[in-house]
């Protein structure tokens, strides 16, 4: 189980992945790869989470619901 994030064509940073509390998880695995980040989600509880790419450039926000 992985969720891809793709940044193209940008300075790639960082990426961290909160909880609905803001918290951040450090649960899943991630990996920085040429055109984006895939983040490991296999020991994630089931639940809402954020998933928030950071670059030189700016700072992303994706919800993202975990049924399985």
């Known amino acids: 189980?992985?969720?891809?994030?793709p940044l193209t064509h940008e300075q790639q940073s960082s990426v961290l992945i909160m909880n609905m509390e803001g918290r951040v998880i450090n649960a899943g695995k991630?990996?920085?790869l040429a055109?984006?980040?895939e983040i490991e989600t296999s020991l994630l509880s089931k639940g809402i989470y954020f998933i928030q790419p950071r670059t030189d450039r700016k700072?992303?926000?994706y919800k993202w619901i975990k049924i399985d």
């Open 1 to 5: 189980n992985s969720v891809f994030i």
């Open 30 to 32: 991630v990996s920085q």
């Open 35 to 37: 055109d984006g980040w």
């Open 59 to 61: 700072i992303l926000i």
